[in-house]
């Protein structure tokens, strides 16, 4: 079999990274460099990486972040009282792993939003399913999943992700759908997959917001235990930033 045969059938049985590094190393004749179990490896390594590079891409479209945050992007030095060994310790996903919750409060301007979707771009760099959403429309969206008979296949979706970032919690006052589906999400997941609430709303008037005792009992009872909280202080960071950028 010549090396054209060989690369046709690993195109064939979809072997892209195989293909590309056979190619360059049959064109450069550079595959006689290595001995038959090292050329193997080599081949076997490249396509590793390029399905592993396709389902991180896959993933990150998947979570619909607003943005795409990185993790030496964070000021750690503006004055908003975040910990950066906290939050470093929070990177290393352990937290997912041990189906615990993260709660990130502050003012508005403060970075909140870009430091929940820090956490979950790293999550998906590490193969888990991520979904980040406005807390108000993804609450909306199940609310108009009842009409049309899709409530009960939502739940189920979001049940399965390993992280789910709901942000701008408490924006939006929640009526009787609202609150309901709410309390299923947060039921579905507790203590099996992990969540990120946002909010600019202290968590003690949580329980104001949400607007039934006995819902918001269930509700922050299982958001709230075994939670790691990080509550932001300070002038607004966005504000800062557009004044030096001026």
């Known amino acids: ?103 990130l409060t502050g003012p508005t301007g403060m970075g909140k939003s870009y430091l929940a979707q820090v956490i979950g771009v790293q999550a998906c760099k590490n193969n888990c399913k991520v979904r980040y959403a406005q807390t108000s429309k993804l609450l909306n969206q199940l609310k108009l999943s009842k009409l049309d008979g899709s409530y009960l296949k939502e739940l189920k979706r979001l049940e399965s992700l390993d992280l789910l970032i709901l942000d701008d919690f408490g924006l939006q006052s929640l009526d009787t759908v609202m609150r309901e589906a709410l309390l299923n999400i947060v039921q579905d997941r507790h203590d099996k997959k992990s969540t990120i609430i946002v909010s600019q709303i202290p968590v003690k008037k949580w329980y104001e917001l949400i607007g039934d005792a006995t819902i918001a009992d269930a509700i922050l009872d299982r958001l709230i235990h075994s939670s790691h909280r990080i509550d932001l202080k300070g002038e607004s960071y966005r504000k800062k930033m557009s004044t030096i950028n001026k």
């Open 1 to 103: 079999m010549n090396n054209y045969q060989t690369i046709e059938k690993l195109k064939i049985l979809y072997l892209h990274g195989m293909v590309n590094t056979h190619q360059q190393h049959v064109q450069d004749n550079l595959y006689s460099d290595y001995t038959l179990d090292q050329y193997l490896g080599l081949l076997a390594d490249e396509e590793t990486d390029l399905r592993q590079d396709r389902k991180v891409k896959r993933l990150l479209k998947q979570a619909n972040f607003a943005i795409l945050a990185a993790v030496e992007d964070i000021d750690f030095h503006t004055q908003r009282q975040l910990d950066k060994n906290q939050f470093s310790n929070l990177l290393n996903l352990k937290f997912i792993r041990s189906n615990q919750n993260i709660i």
